[in-house]
């Protein structure tokens, strides 16, 4: 696991000068969004040669910094806090059980001893957390959210070397369900699919209401 990282997914705040981030493969866009009206009060897009990022993985890092740079000079958002999309590519989000022996307050520390043992991930060094969904007769269900270290890691180093400070790094499915939920677009006793289609990916999720804000903290 990540040094550093215990603390995990945390409910986050909106604030004034937080603006929001993706980098696909092609571009690099950015929304200023007003989180009390759902109203954008800006936004912008760059978009990258060819070879740039691959497969959400950053190959050309000296090139994309000055290119964020310029974005950040062009754009006037020198200093703003960040929140940024976690590539669905390398995110894993599935249902777990927990014994009702373990404790709400030691979950955490259950997961850090088992994954990897009883709960395998398709990758190592994973930066992980989780949200408590329901407890039956035999067992606790959490929804679990992990992403490789260096994917998370990755993105967040460049934009501090710009003069951005990460606030958080989100999950596009709950991005646009809350969206959704906030727009009274959901109904919340029923399950809800996600379709998510961008260059060279179609991401599908099943979801339900997730009553909390969920985000992956660096």
Not at 41 to 69: A, C, M, N, Q, W
Not at 109 to 137: N, R, W
Request: glycine share 4%; aromatic share 8%; proline share 4%.
């Amino acid at each position: 696991m990540m040094e550093g990282m215990d603390d995990g997914f945390f409910r986050f705040k909106p604030q004034s000068k937080q603006i929001s981030m993706i980098l696909p493969d092609h571009v690099i866009r950015m929304v200023d969004l007003s989180h009390w009206t759902i109203e954008i009060r800006s936004y912008h897009e760059r978009f990258l040669p060819e070879g740039i990022i691959r497969d959400r993985k950053v190959i050309e890092r000296d090139t994309l910094s000055v290119i964020l740079e310029e974005c950040v000079e062009e754009w006037g958002i020198k200093g703003k806090r960040v929140v940024f999309l976690v590539p669905d590519t390398y995110l894993v989000l599935r249902n777990e059980k927990i014994p009702l022996s373990v404790a709400d307050e030691d979950i955490k520390g259950y997961l850090y001893l088992e994954i990897g043992t009883s709960i395998m991930l398709p990758f190592k060094d994973p930066v992980f957390d989780y949200e408590l969904i329901g407890q039956k007769s035999e067992h606790k269900e959490i929804l679990l959210f992990a992403a490789p270290e260096e994917i998370v890691n990755d993105l967040p180093s460049l934009l501090e070397s710009v003069s951005l400070h990460l606030e958080a790094a989100d999950v596009t499915a709950l991005s646009l369900y809350r969206l959704y939920y906030l727009i009274d677009q959901i109904d919340s006793q029923k399950s809800t699919l996600l379709i998510h289609c961008v260059i060279k990916e179609i991401n599908v999720i099943m979801l339900l209401l997730i009553k909390k804000t969920l985000f992956i903290r660096r």
